[in-house]
């Protein structure tokens, strides 16, 4: 099955008067959809906007596992475990909620910013929180989330380049810059598919000039 969702039908929340523009791809916060609760391990895929000065001050989260990419600008990044970090576009952050933490997520930067964030379940619940960055991750180089029974595979591609979706139980595709073909589907940026029990596809990215990004997570059953 391959189920195709389009940028514009996300539920949008934030706060445009504060800087803050959220585009919600399950049921998250004050939005509920009981339909749309989740695809595999992913609980969460939420793209965000934050005007210079703009953030989400500290606030806590348990038992999961989150991913930061960010596709443009800086994101300032402290939590309780003593971490402060900036995470810059290309590289990957991954915090591991665990029994507990704080976090701040801000754009102390001056221009604008945008990342998008997504939320797994572990598969055993507690433990120790734990803090992850890896700095201009390669297209070779998937990360593994094995708390989460999850893949992570970045694909830069240029115009007409393609790649192989892993034959998984699940998959979830986000197109992050640029545009894709999935089979007959064109897929633009802030466009996702979840696709389950299928073999043999493919992502071709446009004929146009410049590159495509696509983040590909491989799930377990």
């Not at 008067?17 to 989740?38: E, I, K, Q, T, W």
């Not at 290309?90 to 945008?114: F, K």
């Not at 939320?119 to 929180?129: I, N, R, T, V």
Request: glycine share 12%.
């Amino acid at each position: 099955m391959i189920s195709v969702h389009r940028a514009e039908d996300r539920f949008q929340g934030g706060d445009r008067d504060v800087g803050v523009l959220s585009r919600h791809a399950f049921s998250f916060g004050g939005f509920y959809d009981p339909d749309n609760l989740r695809f595999g391990a992913i609980l969460a895929c939420n793209e965000e906007r934050l005007a210079p000065g703009a953030g989400f001050d500290e606030h806590p989260h348990s038992h999961t596992e989150i991913v930061t990419w960010v596709v443009e600008g800086e994101l300032t990044h402290r939590d309780s475990t003593g971490h402060a970090t900036v995470v810059r576009a290309g590289d990957l952050q991954h915090l591991g909620a665990a029994s507990g933490v704080r976090h701040v997520e801000r754009n102390d930067g001056d221009g604008p910013l945008t990342f998008l964030q997504v939320w797994l379940a572990p598969l055993e619940p507690g433990g120790e929180p734990s803090y992850t960055i890896v700095p201009g991750i390669a297209d070779s180089t998937p990360y593994a989330l094995p708390a989460a029974g999850a893949m992570l595979h970045v694909r830069r591609l240029a115009a007409g380049e393609r790649t192989a979706v892993p034959d998984a139980a699940r998959v979830y595709v986000h197109v992050t810059v640029g545009g894709v073909r999935l089979g007959d589907e064109e897929l633009e940026a802030g466009d996702s598919v979840r696709i389950t029990g299928e073999k043999g596809l493919e992502l071709v990215a446009a004929e146009t000039a410049g590159s495509a990004e696509v983040l590909i997570w491989e799930l377990s059953a």
